[in-house]
């Protein structure tokens, strides 16, 4: 790792570095918005291009990294949201509507998904191999009795995805304006009744 630049205050490591290198991308956003450059974030922690070139290749990588680094936090929001729904498709519907409500507010994670930001990478992830796992994740910690209510584990990876591929649709969807109920109604329709029919199914082989 370089010594020099920081503003004075040197890293202690590369972990150190990456922690404050996106600190200093989220200040940059909250400042420039989409127009976030590699330049700004290099300003605001008192080094060169080059000292955050060493950590990401580029712009987008670091806004990715950036995104990446807030979904916690945009996701502990949504679960807050869906407290106390143990419907399965009332809660998967709700789900859905508030990941797109907060990512509308949110200046992180929403940033990648303007359309001014798109790309066939940041599209392609949606529905990636680490992302399905994590929506499982997500699946598995809502307040629904899945076993109870007929669903196995292979229903439900089919659940994450159906989740994944609802919110990839809608995204790249700019021209779409539903919110509120219209939203909701719409949702339950298209995601909604494809999780009560696999409840129907019982069972799904793979």
Known sequence: MRTHGWSGRVPVNDAEAVA???AATRTTIDRRGTATSIADVARELGVTRQTVYRYFSGTEELLSATALDAVEGLLERVMTRLAGIAEPD?????GIAAVLEELAEDDYVGLLLRADKLSVPVVGGF??????RFARTMVDRLEVGWAENGYDAHALDLIAEIVLRTLQSMVIDTESHRTGAELRAFLDAWTGAAVRELARQGPVVP
């Open 20 to 22: 404050r290198i996106l």
């Open 90 to 94: 009332a809660a998967l519907v709700e």
């Open 127 to 132: 529905t990636s191999a680490d992302a399905r």
